[in-house]
């Protein structure tokens, strides 16, 4: 399903620029696609001429930063700024079978994700995120893609029609210290979930014992958006207050420069700018620390 954006955001000069460069990228339709391995793979290049090859590229370079992926096309890498297949590779062996569920991928950027979740065979993946540059990058990969699996809505979690059915798993990662109110966010998270449903939560945590949650100045790791940054302990209160039935902790990471770094697909600022020699951030909090979380409903 194409969901398109609504009009006030389609009319902006930005937008109809890229509403160009998506409707004239060729089309080519290959078999070649793998979304099961880490680099999801995208054709080959015998399949493209020299200049079918180079107008692909043109439109993949003009919807830079790409922030999530990696994503290989007709030979080609897009190395993103996150190497998603890290954090993917910490997640997998935590989802149960997919075949006949239903997914919700909260704040799904490009969409790395939602695909290698329909390389698992889910049912269906409904995946959202408001962010308009975003809506274009996904639908320039599934131009090429083209799974009927993924339906993108370029909307907020907050936004989620009631007549949206409730999934069997829902993936919430990296957006719980950008929202105003963290218990809203995952109520929403708990009301959208079938019973016994899985909630996998990612997010920043504070691992200092002494501090239940870290809420920034004014900027963290050089994010103006940080909410608040709370402890482990403090995000099961959280979800024991939505009524989530039990959750355990899946790890705990040090977000590193191997993982989130910058590219020539990426913008030239990244982790290593805002992490000083001391390994604290350049505002003097701890380095960017993920726990991730499997919760039921």
């Known amino acids: 399903m194409h969901t398109p954006l609504p009009e006030n955001r389609l009319n902006t000069p930005q937008a109809q620029i890229w509403t160009s460069i998506l409707e004239t990228a060729p089309i080519i339709l290959t078999k070649k696609i793998d979304l099961t391995q880490d680099i999801i793979k995208i054709g080959d290049a015998t399949e493209i001429s020299p200049a079918q090859k180079e107008t692909i590229l043109s439109a993949f370079k003009a919807l830079t930063p790409w922030r999530k992926g990696p994503y290989q096309i007709f030979g080609t890498l897009i190395d993103s700024e996150w190497q998603c297949q890290l954090k993917w590779n910490r997640l997998a062996p935590h989802l149960p079978d997919l075949t006949d569920k239903t997914v919700l991928d909260i704040g799904c950027n490009s969409g790395y994700f939602s695909f290698r979740l329909a390389g698992l065979n889910a049912k269906k993946v409904i995946a959202i995120d408001p962010t308009t540059l975003y809506y274009f990058q996904f639908h320039l990969l599934n131009r090429y893609i083209n799974t009927t699996q993924i339906d993108y809505l370029p909307i907020g979690f907050e936004d989620l029609s009631p007549t949206i059915p409730q999934f069997d798993v829902i993936l919430n990662m990296g957006i719980l210290y950008h929202h105003p109110n963290p218990i809203d966010c995952l109520m929403i998270c708990k009301n959208k979930l079938k019973k016994n449903g899985l909630l996998i939560l990612e997010t920043l945590i504070i691992s200092d014992p002494a501090i239940t949650s870290l809420i920034p100045k004014n900027r963290y790791a050089g994010m103006k958006n940080i909410t608040q940054i709370p402890s482990v302990p403090q995000i099961m ?61």
């Not at 902790?249 to 020699?277: A, C, F, M, Y």
């Open 237 to 297: 209160e959280w979800l024991s207050h939505c009524g989530f039935s039990s959750a355990e902790v899946i790890g705990t990471t040090i977000t590193t420069i191997s993982e989130q770094r910058s590219t020539p697909w990426s913008s030239p600022h990244s982790l290593k700018n805002v992490i000083t020699d001391t390994g604290l951030t350049i505002e003097g909090y701890p380095q960017p620390r993920r726990v991730m979380i499997k919760a039921w409903a």
